[in-house]
């Protein structure tokens, strides 16, 4: 598979299953092309990568998380020799030597600040990812979840619009901090 062609299924379909092992087979039966193994393990991969392709759904295997499989040049070459579309990881060096194997890359980030910002430019051009994977994807449901405790919730990290300050505060959030200094004197 290519990016490309990966691509084009994302778009036809864009829910990606990410799933432990133990709910690797309610992802086959979802309508998901896109099945990304989060907890996989050297004991069965091979046999979910089968039953995947049998329905002609893509198969990634977070490697960084990946039981029993080295998180190496040698892991890649493995998992590559059982057929999965490819990898998906937080390091830079796996994402590059995923790609020479032929495999699709997907390096994933986790975003705190904007300093997190800088730092997925820097890296995600130098490991070359087909995709990068951005997390947190929903930071309002994170403010609503704890806005009910007992202790007020303070939204801060990436704000840097209006309405951005204002959906935190919709999702529950006392206060917002910000580094924007434009937003300090916004009502």
């Not at 799933?19 to 996989?40: G, M, R, T």
């Not at 890649?76 to 590059?96: H, P, V």
Request: aromatic share 6%; net charge negative.
């Amino acid at each position: 598979m290519t990016p490309q062609e990966l691509i084009e299924r994302l778009e036809l379909n864009p829910i990606i299953a990410a799933v432990h092992d133990h709910e690797f087979n309610a992802a086959l039966a979802s309508p998901a092309d896109v099945i990304f193994c989060l907890k996989a393990s050297i004991l069965n991969i091979a046999e979910q990568v089968r039953a995947a392709h049998a329905q002609d759904k893509c198969v990634f295997v977070h490697i960084d998380l990946a039981d029993g499989v080295g998180k190496d040049r040698a892991g890649i070459e493995y998992l590559a020799s059982l057929g999965i579309d490819g990898i998906i990881s937080t390091r830079t060096q796996l994402c590059r030597q995923a790609r020479e194997k032929g495999l699709i890359a997907v390096q994933r980030f986790f975003v705190l600040d904007s300093k997190g910002i800088e730092s997925i430019s820097e890296n995600s051009e130098s490991s070359q990812s087909d995709f990068i994977e951005i997390m947190p994807g929903v930071i309002g449901k994170a403010i609503s979840r704890f806005a009910g405790n007992k202790t007020p919730v303070i939204a801060g990290g990436l704000i840097e619009t209006k309405k951005e300050v204002l959906s935190a505060l919709e999702c529950g959030a006392l206060a917002v901090s910000t580094s924007k200094r434009e937003l300090w004197y916004t009502e």
